[in-house]
């Protein structure tokens, strides 16, 4: 898993590829609570276009990361879901929690 | 049930580093079975997700302990007929793990953590666990939904 960061205005735009497994969710668990604990960005938006998997593990680092930017009143935004990551994230029954849209224009609009 | 036929053994290391060369071998064994996209992903899922636990789990993180995995082509009985399956079993030698205390959570319950064994359950036909021989066994089967030979 590879994760690159780019920065619009107050927005922390994560581009993330590779697989989310036990051997890489810590590394993605890390980054976003360093954004919402640390450096209080109030969003952060994470495009998923480029993850071929994504096991409970990883659910596990983006559940953890909602929480740390709820508790900072942060936004924590998905997007760029392909079918397998939609799949564990229905699996999960937790698809609902996320604030998930189709592109980067949406959700770094207003 | 019919012993059924050998398709793939491996032999790996207790390392995270491992699960991404099991995923890519058996996404491939279970497209070239006939399985559905969605099939092969869930099938996926279920072995990366038991490795995973025997890693955490049985193993303690220790990622220099043995772990075998055989994977078998199987005749079996499902809903009033004979089927074809992939039968999967995974063994070895860590902790005693109490299938009990892998019960997960409930889902409506947001938290992270104790996904792993729910998304096993929900992605497989059977899910056994057993203890033999101071090994942890647990076997998988995943039943192949396509017309079968000569019916």
């Not at chain 2, 006939?34 to 890693?55: H, K, P, Q």
Request: net charge positive; with cysteine.
């Amino acid at each position: 898993m590879q994760i690159a960061a780019r920065h619009l205005d107050k927005i922390t735009i994560f581009d993330i590829s590779g697989d989310i497994d036990l051997a890489t969710s810590p590394i993605l668990r890390k980054a976003l609570l360093r954004e919402f604990r640390e450096l209080k960005v109030p969003r952060v938006v994470l495009n998923l276009g480029a993850v071929r998997y994504m096991d409970s593990s990883g659910v596990a680092s983006l559940v953890e990361g909602l929480k740390a930017s709820r508790d900072v009143g942060s936004r924590f935004i998905l997007f760029g879901l392909n079918r397998t990551i939609r799949e564990v994230l229905q699996l999960s029954k937790l698809v609902k929690i996320f604030e998930i849209y189709e592109n980067e224009e949406q959700s770094v609009a207003p | 049930m019919s012993r059924g036929s050998l398709l793939l053994r491996m032999e790996l290391r207790s390392n995270p580093e491992m699960l991404c060369v099991v995923r890519n071998a058996l996404g491939q064994l279970a497209a070239t079975l006939g399985f559905s996209e969605t099939e092969c992903n869930a099938v996926v899922l279920a072995v990366d997700e038991a490795l995973t636990n025997i890693i955490r789990h049985a193993y303690l993180g220790d990622v220099e302990r043995p772990i075998e995995a055989s994977f078998r082509r199987i005749h079996v009985p499902w809903e009033g007929q004979g089927r074809d399956a992939l039968e999967i079993v995974l063994e070895d030698q860590g902790v005693t793990v109490n299938a009990k205390n892998l019960c997960g959570r409930a889902l409506e319950d947001v938290r992270p953590g104790g996904l792993g064994l729910h998304f096993i359950r929900e992605s497989m036909n059977t899910v056994e666990f057993s203890r033999r021989k101071g090994r942890n066994q647990l076997r998988l089967v995943k039943i192949l939904h396509v017309p079968q030979k000569g019916s």
